[in-house]
Nanobody, 126 residues
Framework: QVQLVESGGGLVQAGGSLRLSCAAS????????MGWFRQPPGKEREIVAG????????YYADSVKGRFTISRDNSKTTVYLQMDSLKPEDTAVYYC???????????????????WGQGTQVTVSS
């Protein structure tokens, strides 16, 4: 098990940027693939981006490609989501998640993750 704590959410104008951080407890962070998910108001949770254990492979939802960047620092047991050119439709609660399901690949299915943070609100005003 790993404990995850997100931070960095807030209110930003359209076109602005935010950087989310997810700090993980424990000394086995590098054995987890990581993902960022979001749940817009009244909608289901969806994957935004994922990164494999080493950081060498990433995945992005089509809606955020070219605007968001996922990265991880295993020495700091932290995963980041840099969000640029934000749009009102990016408004959601953003969740960090961890998985041991895959060794080399990126897990894109929500069901593949079994450790979740509490979420952080991101609101983009028009």
């Amino acid at each position: 098990q790993v404990q995850l704590v997100e931070s960095g959410g807030g209110l930003v104008q359209a076109g602005g940027s935010l950087r989310l951080s997810c700090a993980a407890s424990g000394r086995t962070f590098s054995s987890y693939g990581m993902g960022w998910f979001r749940q817009p108001p009244g909608k289901e949770r969806e994957i935004v981006a994922g990164v494999n254990r080493s950081g060498g492979a990433t995945y992005y939802a089509d809606s955020v490609k070219g605007r968001f960047t996922i990265s991880r620092d295993n020495s700091k047991t932290t995963v980041y989501l840099q969000m640029d050119s934000l749009k009102p439709e990016d408004t959601a609660v953003y969740y960090c998640a961890a998985t041991k399901t895959s060794i080399f690949g990126v897990v894109t299915q929500e069901s593949g993750y079994d450790n979740w943070g509490q979420g952080t609100q991101v609101t983009v005003s028009s």
